[in-house]
């Protein structure tokens, strides 16, 4: 007689389930059982895992989780769902979980736990109506199992009553027995006192193990666990009794039914009863994955929701003839026809799997942001769909770029394709929340993630549970890394810089047990999290299909992840935040701020009128692709803030490639890859772009697609088109032969060589392939492997590149406020004010009257600041958000307040702290609130020492213990009462102050009061050696790249001590020292900017604080 475990937590039962479900579903397959369950803690986290596994074993799914109860009585019931009942016992399940999760309309943290569900009120949907959809089972933990224990017998029965009065026929007492001392729970005497109950309330009784591990070894790892749940150390709380929550084979648990039966003073044949009842409840909770889950049918948004009113299928073919208009008004004849093709290729491939509703509800979320003035972008394969550009979800146009859209969708894949959107950074969560609002929370969820141990976190869980040292373990934490905690004992005797962690394991048996019980935990769940992009859209129903739960931004959030979302058919839309298009939103609108009107827009600068509105905004969608200024400043590899291409790597790349045309900066961003650059693709494109050697295509059938690459193989899609020309299959069969190269490498080349061999042309007669071909064209894709990159992406990223650039080139100001707005890049800010001003854009300095929580761009008036400012031109005002120790509440109430007439107007409007007021002064933005027009004329202006001296008498005197309020003294005009003859900080002194309050330099470069020392030694100036570029035409490669510059002596001591060899062995805590070494640098100006950032620290005369940021 077979045996099906009813009560098993997996691993997804966060800090209490130890075994992966798949391994536990693989455990009672080869025991020959015909059902597998799964019931994990507050959810359905491992269910899917669960049943695709089950499918794969041919054995019958069987669905629970076990929840909390509230009131008065609390405990834990485990809820199984009913199969064979089209669905409404998953349904109800769901709903039941959700409900105990508040519906996940709460804001949670990681640690939260659900509120659970009322005892004396349970759900009414776990009765359908031709009966109970579900079953409770009430075990050792739940209120009865509770008053059992204690011995009070009146108030189990009382309970179990009351239990069967609200869900009648849906109530089972779960017997287990862990063999616990004699009159605990789940002790021998236990489990029999719970079947006498059952059988005199002529309840069902059901035998279970409650499964928490696969072997009894994994005990071990279960207290662990348990230490991190509750946050304390083994020893702390009381531990599990024994081991005895394995999953245990069916002769085991049929020896304990009789056991149980015994001990009870029940007839025998009870504990044959006991098994029966437990397989009869199996087989009523066996699942059937197309009736009950409806697996892997789409479930989207009802048509009504979305606007269509008739056929979907018909109404996307009108939208996609309405994008064909509007996209494509402006191209002949020929290639109207071209496009009309395509576009019925993809639709009947789209309405042939039935995913019309699909494309038509992205596209109406696209809609949806563009109403909100949201920028957005679909990145990916989707760019690869004239669809998606015809409905707008995209933006570029896969026609002009030779995108596949088989490579997206072909007819051999099923399953809902991704369509990923970039969205404005500062404005997602906006999104979400638009988007819950047009179609309801009963259709709309975020998609969760399960975070789960690392090397790292399994070492501090580890050592937490064994009390260890919290030096010791933060020590041995932070020096493990790059490697699975699976591996820690393996690397230990193969890494020699971690010879001092193997030293203490060596030494300390406890060292010893904490690398065993890091390895346990290596992989397991830790806890669930808000996916950073994933947006889940369902029907009306989508609450029966996945439940939810609590998000940290209130949202609710599906219990399903992105490995979870095929396979219930449920559409996951990914909105990224971007900060780039936040950037380039905002440039957008200084740009119509500053500028105003349509002419004011186009004429300051090169830029055509067609792409400006009436009203003078920018469609940057729209701008050309052909700009030679934009390209001219690509090439000069002055591309800090532009999109893909700022990093140092990228713009070695950049000025190597000399891109003249927009489809070299597609190849740029796909050749710096991982997959492209290790697959050696980088040199043979440039030799041939820049005519060091000749394009070879393999063959010349190749030629038409191969010739914007130079003859070099780097995209998905140049794969596609090779296996389809010489297999002649179709382009969405070519997709999964690429597909199935890397695993399956000899069955693709044995299916190559024949169908290639056997090709022969229609109209000649002949074979257009050799054999020496077919070798050539092979060797050349076996090369390719994974190694190539989808060019549709490489499309998709393209496009913010060239806005980004092109907005860079001729709105310099605007484009770098964004910039230091929405920090999307990788530089810091000092660097980027170091940019602004090789651009020529003045850098305009703190001011409480004009600068705001944004940077903003201003018209220089008056006199200049410096002798390169000049009047009328834009500059950009530095933010008050960089102000270190302001709180967003003291920057709104100077933004409130502005404009100020004095200090002490400021500080009566504002409220400054006294630190922030003394900041404020040290950088200068007071200095306008210091001098009146007739203070002016009689005494001179005061000076930012003045101010300072001023400042810190007025914050002395508040001080006071006399005055307890810390007020500073009001005057009716501080103006004619600031001293003037102050000593004035220099400019070497400013620059300290400005490193140390905004983390940035204004005054002047960190290098500029090292000039005359380097001078003396002959430092060559940058600007220098980029002034002795080569032309391009005559370089190895075209590179316009300069020689290297010659670093200072600031920058070539830095340089001198970052070593590129294999780390340092670390130090354990007793010698641990704090190391000020640098790793190898990016270039010598970011060298010697850093050098000098510490000098600068180091000479100044007042300690102050040490934070700077890298660069």
Known sequence: MSFTHLHVASAFSAHFGTTAPETLVDRVAERGASAAAVTDRDGLYGAVRHIRRSIAAGVSPVVGAELGLTGEHPGRVTVLAHGGVQGQGWAALSRLISASHGRGTARSTARSAPAGIPRTRPPAFLLGEDGPVGTVMLGPDSDVGRAVAAGDHALASRHLTEWSRLLPGAVVVEVVCHYTEPGESASLRHAA????????????????????????????????????????????????????????????????????????????????????????????????????????????????????????????????????????????????????????????????????????????????????????????????????????????????????????????????????????????????????????????????????????GAARDAGLALDLDEQQIDFIAKNIWRFNAREFREVLETKPELKPIADLVRDDPSIDLLVDLTERLDRLPRHISMHPCGVILGDSDLLSTSPVQPSGMGLPMSQFDKDDIDDMGLLKLDILGVRMQSTMAYALEEIHRIHGTRSAVAGGVPVDARYVHRDGRIELDEIPHDDEETFQAIRTTHTLGMFQIESPGQRELIGKMQPDVYEDLIADISLFRPGPMKGNMVAPFLDTKHGITRPDYLHPRFAPFLAPTFGVVIYHEQVIRIFADCMQVSLAEADELRRNMERQDTVVEAAFRERTARHVDGRTGVRPFSDADVERVWKALKGFGSFGFCKAHGAAFALPTWQSAWLKTHYPAEFLAGILTHDPGMYPKRLLLTEARRMGVPVLPLDVNLSRGVYRVERVEGEATTGRTRIGELGIRLSLQDVHGMSAAEMERIERGQPYDSITDFYAKAQPSRALLERLAAVGALDSLATSADDLAARGPASRGDVMAFVRRLTARAARPADPAGQLPLFVDDRDLIPRGSPDPDGRERVVAELDILQMEVTEHVLESYRPMLDELGVVPRATCWGCAADPRSSSRGSASPPRPRPCAAASASCSSASTTAPAAPTPPSSTRRSSGRGPCCSARACSSSAGARGARASAASPSRRRTRGT
């Open 193 to 456: 006192r719970m079947m006498e109950l059952a059988d005199a309330h002529r309840v069902p009784a059901v035998l279970t193990n409650a499964v928490r591990y696969l072997e009894p070894d994994d005990a071990l790892t279960g207290d662990v666990l348990d230490a991190a749940g509750t946050l304390r150390p083994l020893g702390s709380f009381r531990l599990q009794p024994n081991g005895q929550a394995w999953l245990k084979p069916p002769a085991e648990m049929q020896g304990i039914a009789r056991e149980i039966a015994g001990t009870s003073s029940l007839d025998r044949r009870a504990g044959e009863a006991l098994l029966r009842a437990t397989e009869e409840l199996a087989d009523r909770c066996r699942l059937d994955p197309d009736s009950d889950l409806a697996w892997r049918k789409p479930k989207l948004p009802e048509k009504s929701v979305i606007g269509v009113t008739g056929d979907p299928d018909e109404a996307l073919w009108r939208k996609a003839e309405a994008g064909v208009t509007e996209r494509f008004g402006h191209v002949d004849e020929s290639m109207r026809q071209r496009v009309l093709a395509r576009m019925r290729t993809e639709l009947q491939t789209i309405t042939g799997f039935g995913f019309a509703t699909y494309f038509l509800t992205v596209a109406d979320v696209c809609s949806l942001m563009r109403d909100m003035g949201v920028r957005n972008q679909a990145r990916g394969s989707g760019a690869g769909s004239l669809v998606n550009y015809l409905l707008r979800i995209s933006n570029v146009d896969p026609l002009e770029h030779d995108l596949l859209f088989e490579r997206f969708l072909g007819k051999v894949r099923s399953t809902l394709p991704d369509i990923d959107i970039d969205v404005e950074s500062a404005r997602r969560h906006e999104v979400y929340h638009r988007v819950f609002e047009r179609y309801g929370s009963n259709r709309v969820t975020l998609l969760s993630m399960q975070n789960t141990y690392r090397a790292r």
